[in-house]
Nanobody, 116 residues
Framework: QVQLVESGGGLVQAGGSLRLSCAASGRTFSNYYLGWGRQAPGKEMEFIADINWSGDSTYYLDSVKGRFTISRDKAKNTVYLQMSRLKPEDTAVYYC?????????WGQGTQVTVSS
């Protein structure tokens, strides 16, 4: 069973930075994409970034492109989301995602709040 544990959320002022971490366990993730989604209050979940095992393929939602950077540490089975130039509209619960072996799993989420 895939387990995903996020950390690193918090309160930050607009223009600031945060780094989210997600520790994955329960599988061999060599054929998995790891990524992040977020859900703002009253809105649907949106998938914002992912990265393949080797780290040479990434995806970013247009609204975060150039501000967020996804990376992974294969030895630690950990994926990171470095968020810079944060905006109030980035306020959401951020969820880690693992996609592979015909499974898509989500973590419990970590709150990110950006004040104006």
């Amino acid at each position: 069973q895939v387990q995903l544990v996020e950390s690193g959320g918090g309160l930050v002022q607009a223009g600031g930075s945060l780094r989210l971490s997600c520790a994955a366990s329960g599988r061999t993730f060599s054929n998995y994409y790891l990524g992040w989604g977020r859900q703002a209050p009253g809105k649907e979940m949106e998938f914002i970034a992912d990265i393949n095992w080797s780290g040479d393929s990434t995806y970013y939602l247009d609204s975060v492109k150039g501000r967020f950077t996804i990376s992974r540490d294969k030895a630690k089975n950990t994926v990171y989301l470095q968020m810079s130039r944060l905006k109030p509209e980035d306020t959401a619960v951020y969820y880690c995602n693992a996609d592979g072996d015909n499974l898509s799993s989500w973590g419990q989420g970590t709150q990110v709040t950006v004040s104006s």
